[in-house]
């Protein structure tokens, strides 16, 4: 049974920080893997990836220098750390997981959220101004 479970979101103002956690089983730790958020009314966005070595990552350019993305190969598990939080980082963040996909952290994040398959139930991020 594939499990994809997010935790860590919650509710802050702006210039405060939050960290979240996917723990993710059933899909092999060597596969796309990474964090989408979803704003209100806004399609699906790819926040962080990372390569199937889970050595690399690639961010999107309005998280760069502030958020940081890790994977723990040994827990398949996955980290964002964000700080510095801005009211338009408000969202729905989801990890999600592919078990056909492999690839660069840039290729992961290219092919976009709907190749997919496995997602998490979602945490909500909050930030206020």
């Known amino acids: 049974e594939v499990q994809l479970v997010e935790s860590g979101g919650g509710s802050v103002q702006a210039g405060g920080s939050l960290k979240l956690t996917c723990v993710i089983s059933g899909v092999g730790r060597n596969n796309c893997m990474g964090w989408f958020r979803q704003a209100p009314g806004k399609e699906r966005e790819g926040v962080a990836t990372?390569?199937?070595?889970?050595?690399?990552?690639t961010l999107h350019d309005s998280v760069k220098g502030r958020f940081t993305a890790s994977k723990d190969n040994e827990k398949n598990t996955l980290y964002l750390e964000m700080n510095n939080l801005k009211p338009e980082d408000t969202a729905m963040y989801y990890c999600?997981?592919?078990?056909?996909?492999?690839?660069?952290?840039?290729?992961?994040?290219?092919?976009?959220?709907?190749?997919?398959?496995?997602w998490g139930q979602g945490t909500q991020v909050t930030v206020s101004s």
């Open positions: 990372f390569d199937t070595l889970g050595r690399r990552t």
């Open positions: 999600a997981a592919d078990p056909y996909l492999r690839g660069t952290s840039e290729w992961c994040f290219s092919v976009g959220s709907s190749r997919y398959k496995y």
